[in-house]
């Protein structure tokens, strides 16, 4: 992009978001230690929008804020509903990570949980802030561990050394160039803003 192009209206960047978090298969977690001590590291993942996708204040990652998740399980259930045949609706995911149990980015998420994602280059920016949590393979709903393993062609849900983190999304922001800097956040606390 050069200072000539205009910048992509908020809508059109929420597409190209979701679009690399459904089609790429790898991206940037960077966690703290309880000192401080920085850690980034690229792990696969998944978009998980099956469903099964709940967020760490028990809401649902079904509610956008758009009037169709109301905090309650019947709230999350209908707005699940209105989602696609998984259940959820594209926009209404969480990111699904795996990683040995030993390395830091697993132990840096206990008991915190903050996580900062990264997908893209330095031209085409997408960062995800979010809560995660780890899930014990046999804890993992079968819908997620599948998509899991068919997106990835891998499938540690047995393997006791891996744990999952799923991750849900608080804060996402995108751009490309400076001029897109001004608009670049695109989910607040949870919430969509287009």
Known sequence: MNDHESPRSRARRKQDVLARLEHDEDLWVATAST?????????????????????????????????????????????????????????????LLCTCRTNPTARNLTPGGRVRLSL???????????????????????????????????DPRDRPAWVYLRVTPRTVKAWREENELAERELMRDGVWLV
Do not use: Q
């Not at 792990?43 to 169709?68: Q, V, Y």
């Not at 709230?75 to 989602?83: E, K, L, N, R, S």
């Not at 330095?122 to 998509?147: F, K, N, Q, Y």
């Open 35 to 95: 000192d401080g001590g920085p850690c980034l590291v690229p792990l696969s993942f998944l978009w998980d929008t099956t469903g099964d996708s709940r967020d760490r204040d028990g809401r649902g990652a079904a509610n956008t804020g758009t009037g169709t998740g109301t905090g309650t399980r019947a709230g999350v259930a209908a707005a699940a509903g209105a989602g696609t045949e998984a259940g959820t609706a594209p926009d209404r995911g969480t990111v």
């Open 120 to 154: 893209g280059h330095t031209r085409d920016v997408v960062l995800v802030d979010g809560t995660a949590e780890v899930v014990e393979g046999h804890d993992l709903p079968p819908a997620s561990a599948d998509a899991f393993a068919a997106k990835l062609a891998w």
